[in-house]
């Protein structure tokens, strides 16, 4: 199976294909080009495929909506507000802008949280070499197959939770017990509430009606505890009209500087932009609770490692005395 493309891949390939609207390249020659010019894979066979609808008279947000594992909702709205306003290729800039911004923020979260992964993994391999030393390589083995199956246990568990996500009442479940978990959980909150307002700020600029934003900007935040209060949050402004006050009644997963920010968007109008400026916000203070929490997790996965080594320890000399006291027993 090819792999799908990450938020930088596509953020190159929009930016791309805006530049060859832009020159007047019809859709199918663009199509052309693009099969040529990406590297990724699954975009090269989006590319050749294209090709021929575009050629039969199919739009590219129709394109687009054939392949939803590499264009989420909220992309596809985006190009298909484009071509409603006839500037596609400013929205396609625009999408690939939002797409690199995302992409970024992913990059930052991955390289903080490199290195307490990495000591995670080494605390509980590092008390395998004192074993090998004072008991042999069949010791370490033992320890190393103990260690692959709580492995394959967690990978299990794993499995089974990513398998009852699919319901739905399950997902908000799971992802809601996110949001309040100590220390994580404001993070988390932080990060989903930051890419809920960046999206609505795009697909406002876009042109978008406001209850279909609302609704897709929960779903591109990842979190199905957010998708539910987007939904919640369109059918609010529905039916009462009100964005400040829909995001009073059904906003409680938001994060309070996006809460406390609606009150200037719908008084000045500039919805985007203040939506912009609270992303910008929290992405900034997710950025450095995710340092706060990395630096307090550090020492604590050293002190665990320590901590195994000196189990390891402890229970090799005990089995050591414990033999020297039987030898000595059954000496006459």
């Known amino acids: 199976m090819i792999w799908r493309p990450s938020k930088g891949d ?8 805006a ?5 007047g390249i019809a859709l199918d020659r663009a199509f052309d080009t693009m099969s040529g010019q990406t590297g990724h894979p699954f975009l090269k066979r989006i590319s050749k495929e294209g090709m021929a609808q575009s050629a039969g008279g199919e739009s590219l947000s129709g394109i687009f909506s054939r392949f939803p594992d590499a264009f989420s909702p909220e ?3 985006l190009v298909e507000a484009g071509e409603k306003a006839g500037t596609l290729d400013s929205a396609l800039e625009r999408l690939a802008g939002y797409l690199e911004n995302a992409y970024r923020t992913d990059m930052e979260i991955r390289s903080q949280t490199f290195y307490p992964k990495l000591v995670a993994v080494l605390a509980f391999l590092i008390p395998m070499v004192p074993r090998v030393v004072l008991e042999g390589i069949q010791a370490g083995i033992a320890y190393l197959a103990a260690l692959l199956a709580g492995a394959l246990i967690i990978m299990g568990i794993y499995s089974l939770l990513k398998l009852l996500c699919s319901a739905p009442s399950f997902a908000q479940s799971l992802d809601g017990l996110k949001l309040s978990l100590p220390l994580v959980g404001k993070i988390v909150r932080m990060t989903a509430s930051a890419r809920f307002a960046r999206t609505l ?3 406002y600029k876009a042109g978008l009606p406001l209850d279909r934003g609302l609704k897709l900007a929960g779903e591109a935040t990842g979190n199905a505890a957010f998708s539910r ?6 059918a609010s402004f529905l039916e009462k009209g009100g964005l400040r006050r829909a995001f009073q009644e059904q906003g409680r997963e938001l994060s309070p500087a996006v809460l406390n920010m609606m009150a200037t968007a719908e008084k000045t109008g500039e919805l985007d ?3 912009d400026s609270a992303a910008g916000q929290l992405e900034m203070e997710s950025h450095y609770g995710t340092k ?16 195994l080594v000196l189990h390891q320890l402890m229970g090799i000399m005990g089995s050591r005395f ?3 006291n039987q030898i000595r027993n059954l000496a006459p």
């Open 10 to 17: 596509l953020s190159l390939f929009f930016r791309q294909f």
């Open 19 to 23: 530049a060859l609207f832009r020159a």
């Open 75 to 77: 992309i596809r709205a």
């Open 201 to 203: 700020a795009e697909l």
């Open 229 to 234: 209060m987007g939904a919640q949050l369109s």
């Open 273 to 275: 932009k203040v939506m």
């Open 292 to 307: 706060k929490l990395v630096a307090l997790l550090n020492p604590l996965l050293v002190a665990l490692s320590a901590l």
């Open 322 to 324: 414990e033999t020297l």
